[in-house]
């Protein structure tokens, strides 16, 4: 997610909250209402929606965000980048 950010150039625009995975935060009520499946990353946005699932939140991010596009722009680039 740091590249995909890195990329657009908005790193600056993100807050970034680190989740302890050895003392378990992940599994905690709190990131559990984020994420039932107690994944991480998990991109939160404004509006209170949350996205996890790496493929999903750069998809996110390259569709938000003007800059190099980093999912594809023809069906064949689409392909080839989901399936890497």
Known sequence: MHIALAEKNVLDQVIFIPVYLM?????GAAFLA???NAGV???ELEDGTFISECSAIIEYIDHQYSGPSLTGT???ERAIISMM
């Open 23 to 27: 003392k378990g935060e992940h599994r």
């Open 34 to 36: 984020k994420n039932p």
């Open 41 to 43: 990353p998990v991109l």
């Open 74 to 76: 023809t069906a064949k």
